[in-house]
């Protein structure tokens, strides 16, 4: 974030300059500069749960508000204007989400236990469970085992996409590693002609919706397949849908 | 539960936005449960209601509610979902090929139509188990 004295100089002139005119080319010069900042912020605010582009977006935003109200003749720093407004977006954001997201904590363990609880379950009585049979297994109800189902929809969506140990590429996470062979992807000019934002999903999210809606396999026999838990292909899934969703409006 | 009918009707209004939907969900996976549901059934049918919900109010939400009435049969469960909107009627609702796809994949039937009230829906999730 250090940067030389002339480089603060000639910031200072375009945020002068910026006030006076309100020219959006100086605008666009001003928010270039100072990304770094957002996505520094941004990145405080990694492995909550929301990924990380989403957040870089949220700072941005912040970032251009703090651009535009920012007075330069007031003599504070601009990154120190600009950190509690972008920070303060951030925070937003997490509370806007809060009210799918707020899971009380007894139905957060469960959720976190529930994937190991279906899986051992699965194999014991050799189909899918029923409700009440993995409530009694996890020694909660029924009524908590679905409300744990439910959380699994709302809560850390990102958990699967998290980066994994290994660093900080986005595409390395646990899922994206599984191999698969390419015959299964065969079909995907035949889907993507039902919808081309198919094309843009990760390609294990492709694979899985394939697999579910168009091969018509259960959740489970996509978790055994692809070795990852039920769990994990449901909100994988849900993930995929809302995305299909929320991009078509874009188009 | 005895003196609770086979053919038990629930019916649930909530207003037309997806932070909603979430009750929807949870009734039908709920009365699901009640009929013996698995996991993977349940799952499904909470897709399903998914894709349709939102084929009525949109990824936003609209302004108006959404009435659900859940009817547990013998052999399954029928939702079926009316949207009542105060900016009208809008463009008559209609499913992407690809909703059709999966809502193919996930429940026995399912129908998007226009009511006199609105848009509407109806699904019938059978009973597989076992």
């Not at chain 2, 084929?55 to 013998?74: A, E, K």
Request: charged letters at 30%.
């Amino acid at each position: 974030m250090s940067m030389s004295e002339d480089e603060r100089d000639e910031l200072r002139r375009k945020f002068e300059a910026y006030a006076e005119s309100r020219d959006p080319a100086l605008r666009d010069q001003l928010v270039t500069a100072h990304l770094g900042l957002a996505e520094y912020l941004a990145r405080r605010f990694a492995n909550r749960g929301e990924p990380l582009d989403d957040l870089v977006q949220v700072a941005s935003v912040g970032l251009l508000k703090a651009v535009d109200r920012f007075d330069p003749d007031r003599g504070l720093e601009f990154s120190t204007y600009a950190t509690p407004t972008i920070v303060g977006e951030l925070k937003r954001h997490f509370r806007d989400k809060g009210w799918a997201v707020r899971v009380p904590r007894r139905v957060q363990e469960l959720h976190l236990r529930l994937g190991k609880v279906v899986s051992s379950l699965s194999q014991d009585v050799g189909r899918s469970p029923t409700i009440a049979e993995i409530a009694e297994r996890a020694g909660a109800s029924e009524e908590e085992v679905l409300e744990a189902m439910e959380a699994g929809r709302a809560y850390r969506f990102a958990s699967l996409d998290a980066p994994g140990s290994a660093g900080d590429d986005e595409n390395q996470s646990l899922a994206s590693q599984l191999g698969e062979d390419d015959p299964l992807m065969a079909g995907i000019e035949h889907r993507v002609a039902l919808s081309p934002l198919i094309a843009e999903l990760p390609r294990r999210e492709q694979l899985i919706l394939h697999l579910r809606f168009f091969e018509g396999l259960t959740q489970s026999e996509i978790a055994g397949r692809l070795g990852i838990s039920q769990m994990h292909v449901s909100r994988l899934l849900a993930r995929s849908l809302a995305k299909l969703r929320g991009s078509a409006d874009d188009t | 539960m005895e003196h609770v009918g086979k053919e038990a009707e629930v019916r649930l209004s909530i207003p037309a936005s997806p932070e909603f939907l979430r009750l929807a969900r949870l009734a039908a996976a709920g009365l699901a449960s009640r009929m013996g549901f698995t996991y993977d059934e349940v799952e499904d049918l909470r897709i399903a209601i998914d894709e349709l919900c939102f084929s009525l109010v949109g990824n936003s939400g609209r302004p108006g509610t959404i009435v659900l009435r859940y009817w547990m049969q013998d052999d399954g469960l029928v939702v079926e979902g009316v949207g009542q909107f105060d900016d009208g009627m809008g463009t008559s609702p209609a499913l992407s090929p690809l909703s059709q796809q999966i809502l193919k994949a996930v429940v026995d039937e399912h129908e998007l139509t226009i009511g006199k009230d609105g848009p509407e829906f109806r699904l019938v999730k059978r009973h597989n188990a076992g």
